[in-house]
């Protein structure tokens, strides 16, 4: 038990005291006054009347102030603590005891009514005040100073008097009385120990009693947060992952029709590598804000994690469509936020409407369209139709099938060559993911890839492509032909989550490949979080590997990214390289990478080349490394080797022979 408690408790205890003393004193008053008309009885009849009458006056005015302190006014608070007008709990019981000693001195005057107790009637006042003195301690019971105050007085007068009369009879009364005292005084404090024992319990079960009840209370209160907390964002205050699961349980089973739709910012991871994470907070408070604000205040708004957000409705209590509430969305979000340059921030939106069905396949087909919108570029939505059903079934049937596949070795790596000296003579063999399913046919590489990193399979197909592309390095070094690298393509994602590093330079030296023979590919996305690979590229380039950007142009074009990670050798993405020789800004585009690839000292490829004007144009223009169907479309292992074997002509411009 704390002090305060402690204290409170005393106060408690104290108090019941006092409640007890005044409904004792009250009861106790009215035998003191017939007590004393009984002692002035036998006053008066003893010839003794003025003395008598005089003492009953001063008893009767003591007791009256001592009946009239008894309803002197109790104002308590909401503890039970006493707020007397004048007096605290403990100066309103020591009164009680003065007016109980003045009443026990009144009491102790008894002996001038007898003469010392020596007149014939002192019998009768003896026993008076041996009954009134008992019967204090029987109703003084609550507060022991209040008994002992009125009984000591008259008994210490009349052992007084017995002594002083002197004689063996009257000493041994005297020592009778003072026993008496001592056993009156014993009991009264027995008494006030037990008011006090039994006033401690109650107030003690009483304490325990609300401590439980604010126990409980705080418990309930407690779970509550904790429920609170389980099913909402802390950041944002929306519904978190698992409330918007619960809620879509309890939710999607009543509706005939509902919306739902997935939002992914665009571009807030810049903010966090640019700004900070907390300036990425703050956009995700906004963001939340911003949604909760353009919506009805009865759909359902979450997010999701990181930058991904979720709105469910029912399809028929909103009167606007989708498409009209998705341009609102992209438009709120849109707006610049504070401290950062406009556009930083957008949004794309997938949107499933339709009836409800499997809460999974809800999820999966506006996803699915939130995937189509993301590739159509920024702040764009996309309904999900049939077309997208379609991808989506084939999305699924990749994610169920694709483990099985890789471990029956069903995908395939394909080569396409890429050529130098403007397309005369074979460079580097590009390796080309391919996977002919047995329902869908044949799949997107790309699809393939992104499967594998959400379904844990990046390093079991990393390892896969790798082991292709290291037989095809040992084939081809065999055949003499060491100046023919073979390309590997990695993605950000997979470079990030594995190894890379250490699973590259352990397989090229366990199956004797040099590493100046492999070249990895990677699009401009590395250049979103280069930290977490700048470290790996490092240690590959100095192994002998060697770097390549592709798609150079469609992405985080930079200077900055080539600076970086110093790579060997820049692809520029087939959409500038289609139709070159008719377009004077591709021209001008290939022309300035051109240039900078002069300073820098790193070679440039041109992908997608199918026409042979365009051959021509980047001829003129100084491109020397071509690739596309004009030359060669992708090819089996075999295929690609016995091509490798008819147009192989030599080392390439500026290459050591292998040592």
């Known amino acids: 038990m704390s002090h305060v408690e402690s204290h409170n408790l005393e106060d408690a205890i104290r108090l019941d005291q006092l409640y007890a003393v005044r409904k004792t004193v009250s009861i106790s ?28 006056f001063v008893s009767s005015l003591v007791n009256v102030f001592r009946f009239g302190f008894c309803r002197y006014p109790i104002n308590t608070d909401n503890a039970g603590r006493a707020r007397l007008p004048q007096l605290s709990v403990n100066q309103h019981l020591v009164m009680h005891a003065v007016f109980a000693l003045a009443s026990g001195i009144v009491w102790a005057s008894i002996p001038i009514l007898s003469d010392g107790y020596t007149a014939p009637e002192s019998l009768f006042y003896l026993i008076l005040g041996c009954g009134i003195t008992a019967g204090a301690v029987t109703y003084g019971y609550s507060f022991a100073p209040i008994a002992i105050s009125f009984i000591t007085p008259p008994i210490l007068s009349a052992v007084g008097c017995f002594i002083w009369a002197g004689g063996l009879e009257r000493n041994l009364l005297a020592a009778t009385m003072v026993l008496y005292l001592a056993a009156l005084v014993r009991g009264a404090i027995v008494g006030q120990r037990l008011v006090r024992s039994d006033s401690r319990l109650k107030h003690e079960a009483t304490l ?125 979000i849109s707006i610049p936020f504070s401290q950062l340059d406009a556009g930083r921030v957008g949004v794309s939106i997938g949107i499933y409407q339709g009836r409800t069905q499997d809460i999974d396949e809800m999820l999966i087909y506006a996803d699915t369209a939130l995937y189509s919108a993301k590739k159509e570029g920024r702040n764009r939505f996309r309904m999900f139709d049939e077309e997208l059903r379609r991808q989506a079934l084939i999305r699924r049937d990749i994610e169920r099938d694709l483990a099985t596949a ?17 397309g005369r003579k074979l460079d580097t063999l590009e390796a080309l993911l391919r996977w002919n399913h047995p329902e869908h046919g044949w799949i997107d590489p790309m699809e393939i890839v992104g499967t594998a990193a959400t379904s844990g399979l990046s390093e079991t197909l990393t390892r896969f492509v790798l082991r292709e592309v290291i037989n095809m390095i040992r084939v081809l070094k065999a055949l ?41 590919e990677m699009t401009e996305e590395v250049a979103v979080n280069p930290r977490a690979v700048q470290e790996k590229l490092a240690r590959l380039k100095a192994a ?25 050798r820049v692809k520029i993405d087939k959409s500038f390289i289609a139709g070159v020789a008719g377009s004077e800004k591709d021209r001008s585009l290939v022309g300035a990478v051109l240039g900078v690839s002069r300073a820098f000292g790193f070679d440039v490829v041109a992908e997608g080349v199918e026409r042979e004007e365009d051959v021509e144009a980047l001829r003129e223009l100084g491109c020397s490394l071509l690739q596309g169907y004009y030359f060669a479309k992708p090819m089996s292992f075999e ?7 008819r147009h192989h002509v030599g080392k390439r411009n500026g290459a050591a022979p292998e040592t």
């Not at 029956?408 to 403007?422: A, L, Y």
């Not at 390309?487 to 040099?514: F, H, W, Y």
């Not at 295929?639 to 074997?645: L, Y």
Request: proline share 3%; charged share 25%.
């Open 29 to 56: 008053i009215p035998v003191n006054i017939i007590l004393g008309i009984a002692a002035v009885v036998i006053a008066i009849n003893s010839g003794r009347t003025a003395t008598g009458l005089g003492w009953f």
């Open 480 to 520: 003499g032909m060491t100046d023919v690298r073979v390309a590997m393509n990695v993605s950000p994602r997979e470079m990030a989550q594995i190894a890379i590093d250490e699973l590259v330079l352990r397989k090229l030296k366990e199956k004797g490949a040099p590493a100046s023979m492999l070249e990895l």
């Open 639 to 645: 295929q690609a080797v016995n091509w490798a074997k």
């Open 406 to 422: 890789l471990a029956k070795e069903e995908p395939e790596i394909w080569f396409q060559p890429i050529m130098r000296d403007g």
């Open 208 to 332: 325990l009693s609300r401590s439980l009840e604010v126990a409980n209370a705080n418990a309930i209160s407690f779970a509550s947060l904790m429920q609170q907390r389980a099913v909402h964002d802390q950041l944002t205050g929306l519904l978190n992952r698992r409330g918007f699961s619960e809620a879509l349980e309890l939710y999607v089973p009543g509706k005939e029709r509902v919306c739902l739709m997935l939002l992914d910012l665009d571009g807030f991871k810049s903010v966090n590598d640019a700004f900070g994470h907390k300036a990425g907070d703050r956009v995700l408070i906004e963001v939340a804000r911003r949604l909760r604000a353009t919506v009805p205040d009865d759909i359902l708004v979450a997010r999701l994690g990181g930058d991904e957000f979720a709105i469910l409705y029912d399809d028929r209590s909103v009167e606007e469509e989708p498409e009209i509430l998705a341009t609102r969305l992209i438009a709120a």
């Open 544 to 568: 002998g590997v060697s770097l390549a950007i592709d798609d150079f142009g469609s992405g985080y074009s930079s200077l900055g990214l080539l600076q970086q990670f110093h790579v060997h």
